[in-house]
């Protein structure tokens, strides 16, 4: 097979261009190549912006996404219950107050179908959509170290020539989806939340059964409870549940919020996590009576502000961490009763905050619903599903007619391990990370030359951190990075051998000195078989991340190699 190589066409025409050559592809024996400055992965809330910043610096570039939308999580995970747990209010772009002004939320914690409306509403007003190839995967992605160019093949069969190559894919877009044995064998409908059919699924009068109660799990199952015929709920690992409040927003309280602008773009940048409250109260200053006003109040608030503003000492503290998850352990008790309910879904194992905290609107509450069955599985696993069903390890099935797979995702690696991405001497990122998680502030692998990443591990993500606040924060570095790069006349940077160590060692000193470390989960990608152990978002702080990227770009990227 023969190709050339095209020079790409200026903005707007790209993805058109990138649609006809699919179709070349598919019709001919040799395609065209497109040559690009840089391809984008994803265009979700990082995807866009990186996008918008790197064609205002007149890059030719194109963001490709196999979603049929702009949306990236927002797109994909429509399950029901889907919403913010972050404030509408900093879950927002900041570099531009028109832009900010320009959308209504209309409650505190929207749902996923507003969610994916302001999405849009982004993509329309920036005029992104035009630099953008939907229902395309990116397959494989390869480093030609002779031309220090990037060659990216998709599922329909395009190949793009791009300098650089940035990954905007999510920390949490790997859905963890291949569980159990038999999954094909099942006679109704099963689903991954993360893949919930864009037409919905009708469960009224169904037998449903949800595998899984972290944030998402939980989500669903207070949602469809009351319209399914019987649910039931394989519950292995508990979960600390905090109640939400979103009162809805008029007019006047969306004037109130849009006031705030300034002092919003200056202030969460900088807090620990993003948010726009911070940890202000010191445990030993408190006397017990005060300690527990405080804590009162802040659970009172009805959003995460208990784990992110609370004490922060009940991140390093065993003591005041067994205080402080007793606290939320007794207020899980007085509202399921239930001695059974509480031994299976009140958490004694770890502390309160070194797990993702889910926020929830009556879902203790569905247990005592007579339609409503709890299957503890920590002692007796699911081991198949079967035609009918969920087999456990005893024997048993529970006859369903849909299964709600909330079994969650492969956390920071796996939307770049299932690409085939190999960098210099054809080493393959699948095979570092399956020894070694590791990667120089997030933001490059070494061996990568001019791979540019967001969301990935030892970055502050998911974990720890307002989405929004650090995705813009990583992608202007990005850009900025990108823009030096090109100022200085090279050809690519990458992070020295050094450079990278002193940061993994870093980040391990930071996780070493909290409790997070001593758990297992998500978090440190113990959910995945076989996946190296780390603590995979940056503990440090936002704010304390924010200004190492500031120093390392002050000082001219010493830890980077540009040429």
Excluded at 15 to 27: G, L, T
Aim: glycine fraction near 10%; charge should be negative.
């Amino acid at each position: 097979m023969t190709s050339t190589v095209q020079q790409s066409p200026g903005a707007g025409d790209r993805a058109a261009a990138a649609r006809d050559s699919s179709a070349r592809d598919k019709s001919e024996s040799g395609g065209a190549v497109v040559e690009l400055d840089a391809v984008i992965l994803g265009a979700g809330v990082a995807g866009l912006y990186q996008l918008h910043q790197l064609r205002a610096q007149g890059l030719r570039v194109l963001a490709i996404d196999s979603a049929s939308d702009v949306g990236g999580t927002w797109f994909w995970n429509r399950y029901p219950g889907a919403r913010f747990d972050s404030e509408a209010y900093i879950y927002q772009y900041l570099f531009d107050e028109d832009l900010y002004r320009g959308w209504n939320w209309s409650e505190k914690f929207p749902g996923q179908p507003e969610i994916e409306r302001w999405m849009h509403y982004i993509a329309d007003r920036l005029d992104l959509r035009k630099d953008i190839l939907f229902d395309t995967t990116i397959t494989s992605a390869h480093f030609d170290e002779q031309r220090d160019r990037w060659s990216i093949s998709t599922d329909s069969g395009q190949v793009f020539d791009a300098q650089f190559f940035v990954s905007c894919a999510g920390m949490l877009s790997a859905p963890m989806d291949q569980v159990f044995d038999g999954q094909e064998t099942f006679r109704g409908q099963l689903v991954h939340t993360s893949r919930w059919p864009a037409g919905g699924l009708a469960v009224a009068g169904r037998r449903v059964g949800v595998v899984g109660v972290g944030a998402t799990g939980i989500q669903v199952i207070q949602t469809v409870a009351d319209q399914v015929e019987h649910l039931t709920v394989f519950a292995r690992t508990p979960q600390y549940v905090l109640p939400m409040k979103s009162p809805a927003y008029g007019p006047a309280e969306q004037a109130a919020y849009k006031a705030r602008f300034a002092d919003l773009s200056a202030t969460l940048p900088h807090t620990f996590t993003g948010f726009e409250y911070d940890f202000v109260h010191t445990w030993a200053d408190c006397t017990p009576e005060r300690r527990r006003e405080i804590l009162e109040e802040i659970y009172a608030d009805g959003s995460l502000k208990l784990w992110l503003a609370g004490f922060a000492e009940m991140f390093f503290d065993p003591q005041v961490s067994e205080e402080i998850s007793e606290f939320v352990r007794d207020k899980m008790r007085a509202r399921l009763q239930d001695p059974r309910l509480i031994d299976i879904l009140v958490p004694t194992e770890y502390g309160f905050g070194t797990h993702r905290v889910p926020l929830e609107r009556g879902y203790l509450e569905v247990y005592h619903r007579d339609n409503v069955e709890l299957v503890g599985v920590r002692d007796n696993p699911i081991t198949r599903i079967v035609p009918e069903g969920i087999e456990l390890a005893d024997g048993t099935v529970h006859e369903l007619d849909i299964i709600v797979m909330a079994t969650g995702f492969d956390a920071g690696t796996g939307s770049l391990t299932r690409i085939d991405i190999r960098g210099r001497d054809g080493r393959r990122l699948a095979d570092d990370w399956g020894r070694d998680i590791r990667s120089t502030m997030g933001l490059q692998v070494h061996g990568y030359p001019n791979l540019l990443t967001t969301a990935i591990p030892l970055a502050p993500s998911a974990a720890l951190c307002n989405m929004a606040t650090c995705l813009q924060q990583q992608t202007e570095w990005i850009s900025d990075v990108i823009a030096h790069v090109r100022a200085q006349g090279g050809s690519t940077i990458e992070p020295t051998a050094d450079g990278e160590q002193a940061w993994v060692d870093h980040h391990e000193e930071t996780v070493s000195a909290n409790l997070i470390s001593t758990t297992s989960g998500w978090y440190l990608g113990s959910n995945v078989p076989g996946k190296p152990r780390r603590v995979l978002s940056y503990t440090g702080g936002v704010g304390t991340y924010r200004a190492k990227c500031d120093d390392e770009a002050a000082a001219g990227y010493p830890s980077f190699l540009i040429k």
